[in-house]
């Protein structure tokens, strides 16, 4: 028996057996939504653990392929993994790749998000920078009394040269008049706990600034009807085998609906302008990045961005 995915055939008794291998060591089913935890869902694509320019194409995969299915979430529009990498498994990529990984945290301009939380507080306060990599937030918030979280040991060394850093959320003590999650929530299992326990540990009024991927692009869009037209099954969302490590990509819907499901009060999400390079032509690169720069105010954007804060006490 065979089962088709987007023209390529493949083994139906190999791929169960492959996945009951991965999920019994190094990966977990996800059956539902981890915002919204509805089932309806739709397979947008596959995933593998190489650059897609260096995965098959027309032709069956082989049995030492790691593949990866992507879901888009019928009710809140999150896409998703699943199954997923454990975190152990994750901060194993991650060791493994520090050097090449090392470029991708905080693609965030950081002048556009230090205007942002010196422009919206009303005093420089306490600030925690939850996934703080490098440190190049703690490092540029001059005037902040900043404070990191980083899991990964390569990555704490180096930020920690500019303020305390903690190698879990759990540790974190006291509370903080601003918390900022950039370009984090898209690579963790479970981005509502991440959410709420930064939540636990704001002051109340405090400012929450979030930067995550948009899942729903018009690049992206575009890149995979091409893949689909050429007969190829994969998709260029998420990657959680190969750097950026993402688990997941949020839309406007499901990053609002995860901040006030976890009890902040969401003031606006919106998209912003980057440049992604994909390997294609240049000029069709061009043409991308043009047309998301402009699209950015329709939801076009590369990135989603949020301010929130946490209600004040009655």
């Known amino acids: 028996m065979t089962v088709n995915f987007f023209q390529y055939s493949i083994d139906y008794v190999e791929v169960v057996n492959r996945l009951k291998s991965m999920m019994d ?15 309806n869902r739709h397979k947008i694509g596959l995933r593998g653990d190489r650059p897609i320019i260096d995965l098959p194409k027309k032709k069956s995969l082989s049995g030492s392929d790691l593949i990866l299915s992507v879901w888009d979430c ?12 454990s975190e152990k498994k994750l901060f194993e990529l991650y060791e493994q790749q520090s050097g090449v990984y090392f470029e991708h945290l905080h693609s965030a301009d950081l002048k556009g998000f230090l205007g942002l939380l010196n422009k919206n507080s009303t005093t420089k306060g306490k600030l925690l920078d939850i996934g703080c990599g490098n440190g190049r937030i703690l490092e540029a918030a001059v005037g902040w009394m900043s404070v990191g979280v980083e899991p990964v040991a390569s990555f704490a060394s180096n930020a920690s040269r500019f303020g305390k850093v903690y190698s879990s959320l759990n540790e974190v003590s006291g509370t903080f008049d601003a918390i900022s999650i950039m370009a984090v929530l898209e690579h ?6 991440v959410l709420r326990k930064a939540f636990a540990v704001a002051k109340p009024g405090a400012l929450l600034i979030i930067e995550v ?3 729903h692009r018009f690049d992206a869009r575009i890149l995979d009807l091409m ?8 998709t260029v969302r998420t990657a959680p085998l190969q750097t950026p490590f993402h688990l997941s990509e949020f839309s406007k819907k499901s990053l609002t609906l995860a ?7 969401v003031e606006r999400a919106w998209t912003i302008r980057g440049n992604m390079d994909y390997p294609i032509p240049r000029l069709i690169n061009l043409i ?3 047309t998301q720069r402009l699209g950015s105010r329709f939801g076009w954007g590369l990135n989603l961005t949020m301010l929130a804060r946490k209600p004040l006490e009655n």
Request: with cysteine.
């Open 74 to 85: 019928k009710d809140c529009n999150h896409i998703y993994v699943d199954p997923c990498p």
């Open 25 to 39: 060591s190094d990966f977990t089913q996800v059956s539902n939504c981890p915002i919204c935890t509805s089932p």
């Open 188 to 193: 963790v299992v479970d981005p509502l706990s």
């Open 288 to 290: 991308f990045n043009l």
């Open 227 to 234: 893949l689909r037209i050429s007969g190829r099954p994969w």
């Open 213 to 215: 991927p948009n899942g």
């Open 259 to 265: 901040a006030e499901r976890a009890g902040w009060e």
